[in-house]
């Protein structure tokens, strides 16, 4: 075999040609071909996860990587690695970052007007027992704020937060990132998921489904382990209750919106129904230790407080946004309006990306489409100027404030194009297909084995998005191999992928930094990575048995 391809050695007329996919291309072997193409993500993850190179340098290293291997080792054309390229860096623009940059616009300005504040007090409001606190803060406050911002801003607000109401800062600390689980895999207005159905191909719907029928078995499990955290087996023995509505109801929640009403709102729901029940649950059970209350509490100031308490105006509006994102995206999904919306689609095929896959019929990386008002990056647009209104932002506020967002989130932005675009390119050019391929001859024990796939790449990557992207596609290639239904093993990467955000570099120093435990990443790593393996042990076996008759029935 030529170390430089045919295409290398051409005129440049012909560096955009037809591809046919070969998973086989390196050697005429599966295992070579399936090992060559390990290599950019090897380089992601070595430079993240060993170098600690910032993630926006390690993605367009593993592009670069890809390109190389794409080109050299399965022959495609170099004009066609790169269209593949810019290819995922458009969808990692729109509709993914579009989507996080509205939904942390409508968050920065609800930061701006103080009414996050009141927000944060309303919380504090119903117990001065530290395990209720940790209920509502850190998993249901925690939940909301995953679901509007994600990467990273749960664990720094809510652990501050808990340091304020009197936790001490390793606790909060190590409360706030087991917290930080369950919710992932549909944060940032559902950006994971969404991800992870357009890199596999598979519908939206049946993806979201499935995950929505994982993730909940986790969120029955937090909440008790956060008051076990709190307060150990007294925790769990006295607040009980409250961990196990909340449990219920957020596992119910994320059920019910994900199969049945929208992708994008699913944590918001399953957030506000299970903080609301709590809540309920406390006025039902005054006397009850976990709902004590003082004074103070009572009057929206923190333990040893007098400020005076939020007006209840000031408190319905605090709620205000997050009462207008269901609105609106709950009027998106009518009948009556939902196809009007969908018809405006911005839909071609990439000009010059002509792959074909292995048998011969046109790749899904070739074509682009993009629901332009329906998606939910517009939406949430529509939601923030409405916001906007109702908490009496001016139209330079407004718009200074999505200036600012832009600016916090330039990184993030390049990160994920990079992540989107390495995606592309393995895509296209069958390094996946070939990966997924040899991990199929794992055989019926890959149910098992595919979420420690998506725990190992958010470990490394801090992002289920990032995950998703990486190893969506590789895990249906590997289901289809292995004889496994695909919506299965791609839900199982992002599922298994939220348990591994608790020990990813990148939450840790968040968490480190928010509680004024600068270099003492490691001490939180050692008190998070039992609970996280085990989590996974569980959802893994949940997950193998769902591929059997024994729970087969819960697939869509």
Not at 12 to 24: F, G, T
């Amino acid at each position: 075999m030529s170390l430089l391809p045919a295409t290398l050695l051409t005129s440049s007329s012909e560096l955009l040609a037809r591809y046919q996919q070969d998973p086989q291309a390196v050697g005429g072997s599966l295992g070579l071909s399936a090992l060559v193409s390990v290599l950019p993500l090897a380089v992601v993850l070595v430079l993240l996860g060993v170098v600690r190179v910032r993630a926006q340098w390690a993605a367009l290293a593993g592009l670069l990587a890809a390109l190389v291997v794409a080109v050299v080792g399965f022959s495609m054309p170099v004009g066609t690695s790169l269209l593949a390229a810019a290819h995922g860096a458009l969808f990692g623009l729109f509709p993914i970052m579009w989507i996080v940059v509205n939904a942390l616009w409508v968050f920065n300005m609800t930061v701006a007007t103080g009414h996050f504040d009141v927000l944060r007090r309303s919380f504090g409001t119903l117990s001065i027992d530290e395990r209720t606190q940790a209920i509502l803060v850190a998993f249901c406050f925690g939940a909301l704020l995953e679901a509007l911002a994600g990467f990273g801003a749960p664990v720094a607000i809510t652990s501050v937060m808990l340091v304020a109401l009197g936790f001490q800062p390793l606790k909060a600390a190590v409360v706030a990132l087991v917290a930080n689980t369950a919710p992932v895999a549909f944060g940032a207005m559902g950006v994971p998921v969404i991800t992870l159905a357009r890199v596999t191909g598979l519908p939206l719907d049946q993806v979201a489904s499935m995950v929505g029928r994982q993730t909940p078995f986790l969120a029955l499990l937090v909440p008790l382990l956060l008051v076990f955290l709190v307060d150990g087996k007294r925790g769990v023995r006295e607040a009980w209750a409250p961990a196990l509505v909340c449990g219920f109801v957020f596992a119910l929640g994320q059920f019910l919106t994900s199969n049945f009403l929208s992708v994008e709102l699913t944590d918001i729901v399953a957030a506000l129904l299970s903080a609301l029940a709590v809540f309920a649950l406390a006025r039902m059970q005054p006397d009850a230790v976990w709902a004590a209350r003082s004074p103070a509490m009572a009057g929206g100031g923190g333990p040893g407080t007098a400020q005076a308490p939020d007006s209840p105006t000031e408190v319905r509006r605090a709620y205000a946004p997050y009462v207008i994102i269901i609105v609106v995206f709950a009027l998106a999904q009518l009948p009556g309006i939902k196809p009007a919306l969908d018809a405006v689609e911005i839909a071609f095929t990439v000009p010059g990306l002509d792959v074909l896959d292995p048998a011969g019929e046109p790749h899904s990386t070739t074509a682009y489409s993009l629901t332009a008002i329906s998606t939910a990056g517009t939406l949430m647009l529509v939601a923030g100027a409405i916001v906007a209104i109702v908490l009496k932002v001016g139209g330079g506020r407004a718009l200074a404030t999505y200036t600012r967002t832009l600016d916090e989130l330039k990184w993030a932005i390049l990160t994920v194009a990079g992540v989107l675009a390495l995606a592309y390119v393995m895509n296209a050019s069958a390094q996946t297909t070939a990966i997924g391929l040899f991990v199929a001859g794992a055989g019926g024990a890959l149910a098992f084995l595919s979420p420690l796939l998506g725990w190992f790449a958010v470990a490394v990557t801090g992002s289920d998005t990032s995950a998703n992207a990486l190893f969506g596609s590789l895990q249906v290639t590997a289901a289809q191999g292995a004889g496994l239904p695909p919506e299965l093993l791609a839900a199982a990467n992002s599922s298994g992928g939220v348990l591994g955000k608790m020990l990813s570099p990148q939450n840790l120093a968040i968490a480190a930094v928010a509680v004024k435990m600068e270099g003492e990443e490691g001490v939180l790593l050692r008190k998070v990575i039992g609970w996280s393996l085990g989590l996974l042990v569980i959802l893994s076996g949940i997950i193998a048995l769902q591929a059997t008759p024994v729970l087969g029935w819960m697939l869509p």
